[in-house]
């Protein structure tokens, strides 16, 4: 059992910057791939960015790519979601998520990932 924390969210104008962070419980965090996902009101869960459990891998959704930088820090337990340049449209509910030990397949769907944040809330004014 995983259980994640997510934090960081907030109101800010176009343009700003935001740092979440995702805390896990658990030894084996560095076993997990972990993602970032959101979620605006009226429209479905989609994925934005996900970071391998061996920490050398990235991915993330064309829409953040090149604004939005996810990493992590094993000792910590903790995956971080920078978010520079934001857009209105960035505006929504945003959960981490892991997957089961060692996965390795299509990061960018929600099904693989078994574990859930709560989410935090993240809105940009324009």
């Known amino acids: 059992q995983v259980q994640l924390v997510e934090s960081g969210g907030g109101l800010v104008q176009a343009g700003g910057s935001l740092r979440l962070s995702c805390a896990a419980s658990?030894?084996?965090?560095?076993?997990?791939?972990v993602g970032w996902f959101r979620q605006a009101p009226g429209k479905e869960r989609e994925f934005v960015a996900a970071?391998?459990?061996?920490?050398?891998?990235?991915f993330y959704a064309g829409s953040v790519k090149g604004r939005f930088t996810i990493s992590r820090d094993n000792a910590k337990n903790t995956v971080y979601l920078q978010m520079n340049s934001l857009r209105p449209e960035d505006t929504a509910v945003y959960y981490c998520a892991t997957t089961v030990p060692y996965y390795s397949g299509n990061y960018y769907s929600p099904d693989p990932y078994r574990y859930w944040g709560q989410g935090t809330q993240v809105t940009v004014s324009s």
């Open positions: 970071i391998r459990w061996s920490g050398g891998s990235t």
């Open positions: 658990g030894r084996t965090f560095s076993s997990y791939t």
